[in-house]
């Protein structure tokens, strides 16, 4: 097939040229045809690009915890109280990680905070706010995923604990705390 060294050369060369190209050439094609693309693990929530930054939002004195911590913000139009505790529950159940999320409430009655809870108002309700949703914000206030009314406590968890498992603490962060 191959004649002389000068032919074996540029076999080898071929073969170390495909070696590489092919890798790249099967993401392609994955990404542009959706090819053996999983789809068992999806988000819950709903993942919405076109909403605001949380410091875009129109609320009354917003209060984060913390920096980089994770927000779940929920609407609380009118008496909320099971809600709330719905999402306290979801909070503790991090166990460990509870400390990288904070809780906003958004509306209700600013003395029946729950504990580690915030309570803010809307300056003006935006028309993508609908009663009773719940929104994940990252430590920047982009808005990853939406929850309507009726979402199941253990899918937001489950949610919840695969991005704090896709986005680890930054190691300064884990100094600061010793």
Known sequence: MFKGPDARGRFKLLALFAVFAMPMAMAWAMVEWRLWIPDERT?????????????DWPLSGTDQQ??????MAFDCRAPCDAAADRWWR?????????????????????????PG???????ARPDWAQPGDLW????????????GQGAE??????????????NPEPPMALRDEA
């Open 153 to 166: 406590a253990s899918h937001v968890l489950e949610d919840i604990e695969h991005l704090l498992e896709l």
């Open 90 to 114: 979801v909070h503790r159940a991090l166990g460990r990680d509870a400390h990288r999320v904070s809780r906003l409430r958004i509306g209700g009655v600013p003395g029946a905070a729950l």
């Open 43 to 55: 988000a819950h929530g709903r993942l919405h690009a076109d909403l605001p930054m949380m410091s």
């Open 117 to 123: 809870e915030s309570v803010v108002g809307w300056e």
């Open 66 to 71: 913390g920096l980089d911590d994770w927000l």
């Open 136 to 147: 994940l914000l990252d430590p920047e206030g982009r808005t990853v995923l939406s929850y």
